[in-house]
């Protein structure tokens, strides 16, 4: 506050108490989630007749060696991106597949969050695929950390474009198209086993791709005012409000 460019500080005591108390609600709900998801993982683990003693330890590696690989596919689709919005862009890809595998590999796709990079998730990919999968995990170009960043530069005028909760899902469908069209790629993969997790946006944009569709009327009513809330999430979310409501 010393550095404050001004002799004199107004702050707004009712919406700083009012932020506070955002702030214990939300510790307060994390709580009480992650306590719900412990007993209810007991409850089943309980009624499971499944000898968890002989399962495989999961923290451990698997069996198999790693490669990875950095893949790119042309994109003839519009799409916002961190030099702007353009009618085609590359489709950067990060593939972990096990060496090894005889037969055709379960895929997992990662969607990586709001601000984040593919690579981010590197060390569970890898995870993955010491099992048998091969894990697949598409940049993101108008929501990762080049994009922010150059929005912290002025160089991009939106922090992110309601057009992203349509571009990511998309995505996701353009590499599935691109990896069963491709020769080298298409035979190496089990397409009846195909499955897709994400952190934070990155699950709204696995839901998405798996046919979910945005609510718009909890969307409408949540997003009534342009208040400040420490709450991330819900400041992505109505950046939605403004999308024309369709399914994705």
């Known amino acids: 506050m010393h550095h404050f460019p001004s002799n004199k500080i107004q702050l707004n005591a009712k919406l700083a108490f009012s932020l506070v108390k955002e702030l ?35 923290s451990q590696p698997g069996k198999y060696r790693v490669r990875r690989r950095q893949v790119t596919f042309s994109i003839d689709s519009p ?18 597949s096990p060496i090894g595998l005889n037969e055709p590999a379960p895929l997992a796709i990662i969607a990586h969050g709001f601000g984040a990079k593919s690579s981010d998730y590197d060390e569970l990919a890898k995870h993955l695929a010491s099992y ?26 939106v922090d992110i474009s309601p057009v992203e909760f349509y571009s990511r899902p998309r995505d996701i469908t353009h590499l599935l198209n691109k990896l069963e069209r491709d020769p080298d790629w298409q035979p190496q993969i089990n397409w009846s086993e195909v499955g897709i997790i994400g952190h934070s946006l990155g699950g709204t944009t ?30 992505l979310q109505c950046r939605a409000k403004k999308f024309t409501p369709r399914k994705l």
């Open 206 to 235: 696995a839901l998405l791709a798996a046919g979910a569709a945005l609510n718009w009327d909890r969307i409408q009513s949540v997003c009534q005012q342009d208040d400040f809330v420490f709450n991330v999430s819900i400041f």
């Open 79 to 96: 799409r916002q991106t961190a030099k702007g919005f353009t009618g085609d862009y590359k489709l950067n890809v990060e593939v972990h």
């Open 24 to 58: 214990e609600d939300l510790f307060e709900y994390k709580d009480t989630t992650q306590k719900a998801i412990a007993l209810e993982s007991e409850r089943k683990i309980a009624q499971s007749k499944v000898n968890v003693e002989d399962l495989p330890d999961l």
């Open 132 to 157: 048998g999968y091969i894990v697949a995990m598409p940049e993101h170009d108008g929501s990762n950390t080049n994009y922010q960043d150059a929005f912290l530069r002025g160089e991009v005028g």
